[in-house]
T-cell receptor, first 112, second 113 residues
């Protein structure tokens, strides 16, 4: 089945620092790749996605590129803000496989 | 407002006392699912449903039941709760399948004593 390995947290950064959260996956075929974010006290919400190789998903200053050759979908942001403090989840999803497998999540804390 | 609602938001109960956590969505979504979130384990899928009367097991279905009699509702049933089911539970829905954007409810924090 599909599986995903995420960078272990927690990650603590200063405001305006550069962020990378690593995500690698194991899946058959060509999965769609998602990053979800969970702000404190809330459910998850979609941050960005990419559906085919070399696609770049972007939203709220975050970016991730679908790298089929390395089976990775690393999340990046050039300058983080305190409001980015949250837990981030990576998820590969194969069309036709209706199970959803999330990574363990990476807790990010941004210090002013 | 398009949303997924869960009730109750918080519940403390005792071992063996049957309980139901309700989930309802107003977006006419076909796909609905339940997850539990535990520290260090992330989010794990319990059950999912592709449509009315169609349900299937996720990765951790033991000790749980679900039903999908109506498109908008997908209750999670714990027939005989045990302390290892203490967790934060999330319901989610999407238009058609896991590969579409999932919309999550606010969560239900369950404690089983």
């Amino acid at each position: 089945g599909d599986s995903v390995t995420q960078m272990e947290g927690p990650v603590t950064l200063s405001e305006e620092a550069f962020l990378t959260i690593n995500c690698t996956y194991t899946a058959t075929g060509y999965p769609s790749l998602f990053w979800y974010v969970q702000y404190p006290g809330e459910g998850l919400q979609l941050l960005l996605k990419a559906t085919k190789a070399d696609d770049k998903g972007s939203n709220k200053g975050f970016e991730a590129t679908y790298r089929k050759e390395t089976t990775s979908f690393h999340l990046e942001k050039g300058s983080v803000q305190v409001s980015d403090s949250a837990v981030y989840f990576c998820a590969p999803v194969n069309f036709g496989n209706e199970k959803l497998t999330f990574g363990t999540g990476t807790r990010l804390t941004i210090i002013p | 407002e398009a949303q997924v609602t869960q009730n109750p938001r918080y519940l403390i109960t005792v071992t063996g006392k049957k309980l139901t956590v309700t989930c309802s969505q107003n977006m006419n979504h076909e796909y609905m699912s339940w997850y539990r979130q535990d520290p260090g384990l992330g989010l794990r899928q319990i059950y999912y449903s592709m449509n009315v009367e169609v349900t299937d097991k996720g990765d951790v279905p033991e000790g749980y039941k679900v039903s999908r009699k109506e498109k908008r509702n997908f209750p999670l049933i714990l027939e005989s709760p045990s302390p290892n089911q203490t967790s934060l539970y999330f319901c989610a829905s999407s238009l058609a399948g896991a590969h579409n954007e999932q919309f999550f409810g606010p969560g239900t924090r369950l404690t089983v004593l």
